[in-house]
């Protein structure tokens, strides 16, 4: 879904500097073991402390195909697939995989397979394989399922350049810090002297503009725009999907209400 290395580099570093944005607006993960664990997305809060993910600053930076690679090939090897069975590489890299120096595999090297694998053991916040991957985003009901994608192809495909012109304002230490504070404080999180709220409010125009220009309606004549209407009651509400679930939680004094009746 990127055309060059220009364009990925382009589209890599919006989906970066928006992930704050992303955690705040789709926050739905507040409860923790049957309580209230005092975030809005404590799913971030937790991938913020694996080993294996975050935001690493080098993403909101110069971002190119072969610093990507060096990031990929240097990162230690969660497991080696061989014989469907998961073998332990004892904090080996990819590299010392690439230049046979395994040595439960006996000087042999990767396969594509291999790469593929590892890429997918990398749960960095964005992440690069033949597409962009955004995985910012909490879990939805049905009502919102579509508003993610319909958010980021309004702005990577139809305004990225008016997107763009917005985040490099953005310092990367303000963008880090309002990362780190997204999944406690959510749309009330501070970035370069507004909240997550108003820049949501500046982000879902840009990204509506863009679907309501690439103009592809269903068969009722309504454009993709229609998508986003998850995301405009939220603004409008200002109160996201996890401050729905602590109402009820508090209310109910339970998690009956997030199972379907039958």
């Known amino acids: ?24 607006m789709f926050a739905n993960s507040p409860i923790k073991e049957s309580k209230l664990s005092g975030y809005f997305s404590y799913r971030s809060k937790v991938w913020q402390h694996t080993s294996r993910g975050g935001l ?10 072969e610093k990507y690679a060096d990031m990929v090939i240097n990162t230690p090897l969660l497991f080696i697939l061989k014989d469907s069975k998961h073998l332990h590489a004892k904090n080996k890299t990819f590299k010392d995989f690439m230049e046979g120096n395994i040595d439960i595999l006996k000087d042999k090297k990767p396969t594509i397979n291999d790469l593929k694998n590892h890429l997918s053991t990398i749960f960095t916040e964005v992440r690069l394989k033949q597409h962009i991957e955004i995985r910012s985003l909490d879990t939805c009901e049905w009502d919102c399922h579509c508003a993610g994608p319909a958010f980021y192809l309004g702005l990577l495909y139809a305004s990225l350049d008016e997107a763009l012109d917005v985040v490099k304002k953005w310092s990367i230490t303000e963008v880090l810090n309002a990362y780190e504070n997204a999944p406690k404080n959510g749309l009330n999180t501070s970035l370069n002297n507004k909240t997550l709220h108003e820049w949501g409010k500046i982000f879902l125009r840009i990204s509506k503009a863009g679907l309501e220009k690439r103009s592809i309606e269903n068969k009722n004549g309504e454009n993709e725009s229609i998508f986003l209407k998850s995301i405009e009651n ?16 508090n209310r109910n004094k339970s998690l009956d209400f997030m199972y379907e009746k039958t």
């Not at 990127?2 to 992303?22: A, G, I, M, N, R």
């Open 234 to 249: 939220i603004l409008m509400k200002k109160k996201t999907k996890a401050e729905a679930v602590i109402k009820k939680f």
């Open 56 to 65: 690493p600053k080098k993403f909101l930076e110069e971002m190119n195909f």
């Open 1 to 24: 879904d990127y055309t060059s290395e220009k364009d990925f580099f382009k589209k890599f570093k919006l989906s970066s500097y928006l992930v704050p944005l992303s955690i705040a």
